[in-house]
């Protein structure tokens, strides 16, 4: 790979944090620098994306936030990525379509 790396800047409903860095480059990321079944740490975790990026690559994921609005949307997203949803979905009470409706 080359040292400049391009992705496109995430929008929309699932975009919380005005750092927030796209899901597509996170998963190069953690890819690369990580093999399933490992941890990955994120002391400065924001809106959770590496997190969001560590489950769908099958990694642990630890992360820490300071301010407590940014915690909240990134443990929201995180449940929402483990129960194989997207926050938008997941906020408007949508079931996954692998998961079972209850």
Not at 16 to 31: A, E, F, I, R, Y
């Amino acid at each position: 790979r080359g040292n400049v790396w391009t992705h496109d800047p995430e929008h929309g409903p699932d975009r919380g944090h005005p750092t927030q860095k796209p899901v597509p480059l996170m998963l190069d990321l953690v890819s690369l620098f990580s093999d399933e079944g490992e941890s990955v740490l994120d002391p400065f975790a924001g809106s959770g994306t590496t997190g969001v990026a560590a489950l769908r690559l099958g990694r642990h994921f630890l992360g820490a936030e300071l301010d407590a609005k940014f915690h909240a949307l990134a443990a929201e997203r995180l449940a929402a990525e483990a129960s194989c949803s997207t926050l938008q979905a997941s906020r408007m009470k949508q079931i996954s379509f692998m998961g079972e409706a209850k």
